[in-house]
């Protein structure tokens, strides 16, 4: 799974470009009703455990970056002891596995794994912006994606194919496929009203999401954007009520016949939640209880999408009109973030608020979340 969204931060049956088109007009918001884990509804409800990620030596505040759709292999980073004052923290990178830490060779301030596979194949990228250069830890080697002026590496499906985007000095970032081959960058092709966009995520049957930029629209807000496996492209509907000339909106994760992202328009700011989720098999789009600004969101097969309750900054997940807390470890402005979920709901990984450090800056602890279902009487 991946996500552009906060710097750190899955086939389907084939919809039709004209059909995801037109499909705003089926387009629905949801009624929410808001629990908490023991309140759930039944037909939602679940026992969900929290354990900690191990937190590396000398090290502190570890933060999730991406799991794989089995849930077996978790990326996240943990932050520098020592740092100077109003600088960011070094992050350094780690991968958990059967109960396993492996250590990236990589570290620095914007360092980031964006995405990784069941085979513990990890993508992302390195050094300052605009000048990132993309990466791929394989068989316990770090080896640069070809570009020539350098990219970022979002998502990976386990087939080994690879989504982002290539800087280019002209257009700005192009949105492209390295194939598992060792062939590419491949560019994907933009509508013809486009500026620059990127790929953000890749479905294991090869579909991909991400977003572009309107070149009719001088506010430079992404519009949302699919790519099917026959090479066709469609931009995403928008829920019921959102003018597409306002919005802002990038899809941040795919699986199955489910796309989740952020929407943003001048209405959704701090009254309203900012988490979309996008059905493309039916061509629907609504908004959901999730998301506080462009906080991440991922999303299951069947729908289920977690990210943080706008009405409690907890960690949450919401599946169809429910949207459940998970337990956290104490209260924060800035509240826990539920960032990954398996592609059967059954493991979510996420960061919880533990606390301000010695330098004011708050701390947090990568944790999951397993989800038993309960028994319904």
């Known amino acids: 799974m991946s996500t552009t969204v906060r710097n750190r931060f899955k086939a389907r049956r084939t919809l039709s470009a004209s059909a995801a088109v037109a499909a705003a007009a089926a387009t629905v918001l949801l009624s929410v009703q808001h629990a908490s884990a023991d309140e759930a509804a039944p037909e939602a409800a679940q026992d969900c455990g929290m354990e900690t990620l191990p937190i590396p030596d000398g090290l502190q505040s570890t933060r999730i970056m991406a799991m794989s759709d089995d849930g077996s292999v978790i990326a996240y980073s ?41 085979s513990g194949v990890a993508t992302g990228a390195s050094g300052d912006y605009p000048d990132r250069e993309p990466w791929i830890w394989q068989d316990g080697e770090l080896s640069a994606l070809p570009t020539e002026y350098g990219g970022e590496a979002l998502g990976i499906n386990d087939q080994g194919d690879i989504v982002g985007s290539r800087r280019d000095p002209n257009l700005g970032s192009i949105p492209v496929v ?21 790929a953000t995520a890749i479905g294991d049957d090869g579909t991909i999401v991400g977003q572009f930029t309107d070149d009719g629209d001088l506010s430079g807000n992404t519009k949302p954007y699919v790519w ?14 959102i003018d597409r000339a306002d919005a802002y909106s990038e899809p941040m994760d795919v699986t199955g016949d489910w796309v989740t992202g952020f929407l943003q328009t001048p209405d959704v700011t701090w009254d309203r939640p900012t988490t979309v989720r996008w059905n493309l098999a039916e061509g629907t ?9 462009a906080s ?23 599946t169809g009109e429910t949207v459940v807390d998970l337990p956290g470890v104490t209260d924060s402005f800035n509240g826990d973030y ?9 493991l979510i990984a996420g960061e919880v608020f533990v606390g301000n450090g010695d330098d ?8 999951t979340w397993t989800c038993e279902p309960k028994p319904v009487s």
Do not use: C, K
């Not at 390295?178 to 990127?198: F, I, K, S």
């Open 78 to 118: 943990a932050e520098s002891l020592d740092h100077e004052e109003f600088e960011n923290r070094e992050q350094y990178l780690r991968l958990y596995s059967d109960g396993e830490v492996t250590e990236l060779p990589v570290s620095g301030p914007w360092e980031r794994v964006a995405d990784v596979n069941s």
């Open 285 to 293: 789009a609504e908004t959901t209880e999730l998301g506080f600004y």
């Open 296 to 318: 991440p969101a991922a999303i299951a097969a069947d729908g289920t999408v977690v990210g943080q309750s706008y009405e409690t900054r907890a960690a949450a997940y919401q």
């Open 338 to 346: 539920a960032v990954e979920i398996s592609a059967d709901g059954s």
């Open 228 to 241: 099917y496996p026959d090479g066709t492209g469609a931009e995403l509907p928008m829920p019921e009520g």
């Open 360 to 367: 004011g800056y708050e701390d947090f602890n990568a944790v």
């Open 178 to 198: 390295w194939p598992a081959d060792g062939t590419g960058p491949v560019d994907l092709e933009l509508p013809d009203h486009a500026g620059y966009g990127e």
